[in-house]
C-alpha cells in the first residue's frame, strides 16, 4: 500500500538530490522479529556480560527507560552511566587501559555486530534489491545520480553488517553511512544530528528525502523542511489507518503481527501514524518507494 500527500510540496518544480534511509525496521520489516530481539536479549545480554548487570530482567528496565528518552541504545547507556544508573564494577575488575567510562560505544558496536541473531533478517529482499537498482540509477539535475544515504541510531559497524546481511551494502558507500557513533552526543530524533548529517553530504533539507519508520524522527525531518516517507510495516498501514488495536481479538493475530508488535513494544510512544501531517508518503515496505519517487520526480 502506498499513499502520497496530494500538495504543491510534490512537484517537478523542486528538485530532489538525497534520500537519506533509516535502517532498522526501514530496510527490512518490522515484523522479521530482529529488532524485539536486538532491542530485548541483544541489548540485555551485552548489559549483563559487560556492564555487569545482575540480571537481564533488571538490565530490560533500565534499557527501557533511557532508550524511551533518547531512542538509541547507545546514547541511552552512555546517558545511563552519567546518572550512575550502572552497577558499579566487581570486586577485582578494573577498566581498561585508556578507559574512562565502563560503557563504551565501541564495545556495544562489536558485541551486537558479532552476536545477534541476523538470521532473523532473512536474507536479502529481491524486491528491496530491485528497487535501489533502479533508485541508484535515477539521473538529476545535469546527469547527476542521487545521492543515497544511511542515517542509524545504531551503531557503525552493527549498521554495515544489518546492510551486508541484507544485500544491500554495495549501494551505500562508506562514507554515506551514518550511525549513531558518526554523530554522539547526539543522536536522532535531534535537530542537531540531522543537520550535521546533511551538512557532511552537502545536501540542503529541502532537497532531501527522508524514509523512517520512527514518528519522532519524520517529525524533526519535516521540521527541518525535508520530505518524509514513512515506513508502516508489512500488512500494518490499514491497521495504523483505521486506529486497530491489535491486542483487541488476539486470536486472529497473526505470526507477522505478533513480531511487529513485539518489535513497536520495545519503542515505546513511536508507533507509525499516517495521519500525521509531517508524513508526506506512506508505504508499507521499503521497495515501495520507487512508486512515491515516480510521482515526486514525473516519471
Given at each position: 500500500a502506498v499513499e502520497a500527500a496530494a500538495d504543491d510540496r510534490q512537484t517537478t518544480e523542486t528538485k530532489i538530490t538525497t534520500i537519506?534511509?533509516?535502517?532498522?525496521?526501514?530496510?527490512?520489516?518490522?515484523?522479521?522479529?530482529?529488532?524485539?530481539?536486538?532491542?530485548?536479549?541483544?541489548?540485555?545480554?551485552?548489559?549483563?556480560?559487560?556492564?555487569?548487570?545482575?540480571?537481564?530482567?533488571?538490565?530490560?528496565?533500565?534499557?527501557?527507560?533511557?532508550?524511551?528518552?533518547?531512542h538509541s541504545t547507545a546514547k541511552g547507556l552512555t546517558a545511563a552511566e552519567a546518572e550512575g544508573k550502572l552497577p558499579p564494577l566487581p570486586a577485582g575488575v578494573s577498566?581498561?587501559?585508556?578507559?574512562?567510562?565502563?560503557?563504551?560505544?565501541?564495545?556495544?558496536?562489536?558485541?551486537?555486530?558479532?552476536?545477534?541473531?541476523?538470521?532473523?533478517?532473512?536474507?536479502?529482499?529481491?524486491?528491496?534489491i530491485n528497487f535501489f537498482d533502479n533508485t541508484s540509477n535515477i539521473r538529476i539535475n545535469n546527469n547527476n545520480k542521487l545521492n543515497i544515504v544511511a542515517f542509524s541510531n545504531g551503531p557503525r559497524k552493527y549498521v554495515c553488517r544489518v546492510l551486508k546481511e541484507i544485500g544491500l551494502d554495495s549501494y551505500f558507500p562508506p562514507e554515506n553511512i551514518f550511525a549513531v557513533t558518526d554523530v554522539l552526543p547526539h543522536c536522532k530524533p535531534d535537530k542537531a544530528s540531522f543537520e550535521l548529517v546533511l551538512?557532511?553530504?552537502?545536501?540542503?533539507?529541502?532537497?532531501?528525502?527522508?524514509?523512517?519508520?520512527?514518528?519522532?524522527?519524520?517529525?524533526?525531518?519535516?521540521?527541518?523542511?525535508?520530505?518524509?516517507?514513512?515506513?508502516?510495516?508489512?500488512?500494518?498501514?490499514?491497521?495504523?489507518?483505521?486506529?486497530?488495536?491489535?491486542?483487541?481479538?488476539?486470536?486472529?493475530?497473526?505470526?507477522l503481527d505478533k513480531m511487529a508488535n513485539d518489535a513497536e513494544a520495545t519503542k515505546p510512544d513511536d508507533a507509525p501514524d499516517e495521519s500525521d501531517p509531517a508524513v508526506d508518503a506512506a508505504v508499507e515496505v521499503a521497495s515501495e518507494i520507487g512508486d512515491v519517487l515516480n510521482l515526486w520526480l514525473g516519471d
Open positions: 537519506i534511509f533509516d535502517v532498522d525496521d526501514t530496510l527490512y520489516d518490522v515484523g522479521t522479529g530482529f529488532t524485539a530481539h536486538r532491542n530485548t536479549e541483544g541489548a540485555t545480554s551485552f548489559m549483563v556480560d559487560k556492564l555487569y548487570f545482575p540480571s537481564k530482567a533488571e538490565a530490560q528496565i533500565v534499557r527501557d527507560e533511557y532508550f524511551k528518552r533518547y577498566l581498561p587501559n585508556g578507559r574512562t567510562n565502563m560503557f563504551d560505544t565501541r564495545e556495544l558496536d562489536e558485541y551486537w555486530a558479532n552476536n545477534l541473531d541476523f538470521s532473523l533478517l532473512g536474507g536479502p529482499d529481491p524486491k528491496c551538512e557532511r553530504i552537502g545536501a540542503k533539507p529541502h532537497e532531501t528525502i527522508m524514509v523512517e519508520d520512527s514518528m519522532k524522527n519524520v517529525r524533526m525531518a519535516k521540521s527541518l523542511g525535508m520530505r518524509t516517507i514513512l515506513v508502516t510495516g508489512k500488512g500494518r498501514s490499514v491497521k495504523i489507518r483505521h486506529g486497530a488495536d491489535p491486542d483487541v481479538d488476539a486470536k486472529n493475530e497473526t505470526k
